[in-house]
T-cell receptor, first 114, second 113 residues
Framework: EAGVTQSPTHLIKTRGQQATLRCSPI?????VYWYQQALGLGLQFLLW???????NRGNFPPRFSGRQFPNYSSELNVNALELEDSALYLC?????????????FGPGTRLTVL | KQEVTQIPAALSVPEGENLVLNCSFT??????LQWFRQDPGKGLTSLLL?????REQTSGRLNASLDKSSGRSTLYIAASQPGDSATYLC????????????FGQGTTLQVKP
């Protein structure tokens, strides 16, 4: 069974540009979560999508947004990139809409903002 | 506000040693606790999930315990191997309906041959 997949593996952008990161959940999983792992800050919760709806978002500015498609895959968009957005972005998925279900993580996308 | 702390931040042990990693959390109102492994620059691999009603979980050489009342969890690794070298993260799932995991800063383990 395929795990959570993310693309691209690496992404290099310049300040002010937009970045789009993609995530495909485990087959049968309907919830997708996004986390940011910036150097020195640890893993921070960004967004939770379930059945196409945003269920919760962390303490991040509105330029961090995303969506979930009918096939449950998800996109994370970061507008007006800033240097401090450089981080590893991790996507996770879980079975069903229960927020307490185990989350399974993908390999991440390394975003570098120059 | 839930805070998760992992001590020590780094640990170096010789191969074959048994070791314990610690995780503490400030709010006992958790739904579950997960232990993850992260290799440098990689994603997270789930090791063990303990529901709030459970006291421990075991998988191979790994054993995780949970004491909600004291706000503590431990990950015990038996007979450590160089391949166990990685960063170990604990994360609590709060009882509120938020969907988010709250992570500790991790313990970086080095097992020397």
């Amino acid at each position: 069974e395929a795990g959570v997949t993310q693309s691209p593996t690496h992404l290099i952008k310049t300040r002010g540009q937009q970045a789009t990161l993609r995530c495909s959940p485990i087959s049968g999983h309907t919830s997708v979560y996004w986390y940011q792992q910036a150097l020195g800050l640890g893993l921070q919760f960004l967004l939770w999508y379930d059945e196409g709806e945003e269920r919760n978002r962390g303490n991040f500015p509105p330029r961090f947004s995303g969506r979930q498609f009918p096939n449950y895959s998800s996109e994370l968009n970061v507008n007006a990139l800033e240097l401090e957005d450089s981080a590893l972005y991790l996507c996770a998925s879980s079975l069903g809409s229960n927020p307490y279900n185990e989350q399974f993580f993908g390999p991440g996308t390394r975003l570098t903002v120059l | 506000k839930q805070e998760v702390t992992q001590i020590p931040a780094a640990l170096s042990v010789p191969e074959g040693e048994n070791l314990v990693l610690n995780c503490s959390f400030t709010d006992s109102a958790i739904y579950n606790l997960q232990w993850f492994r992260q290799d440098p620059g990689k994603g997270l691999t789930s090791l063990l999930l303990i529901q709030s009603s459970q006291r421990e979980q075991t998988s191979g050489r790994l054993n995780a315990s949970l004491d909600k009342s004291s706000g503590r969890s431990t990950l015990y690794i038996a007979a450590s191997q160089p391949g166990d070298s990685a960063t170990y993260l604990c994360a609590v799932g709060p009882s509120s309906n938020t969907g988010k995991l709250i992570f500790g800063q991790g313990t970086t383990l080095q097992v020397k041959p």
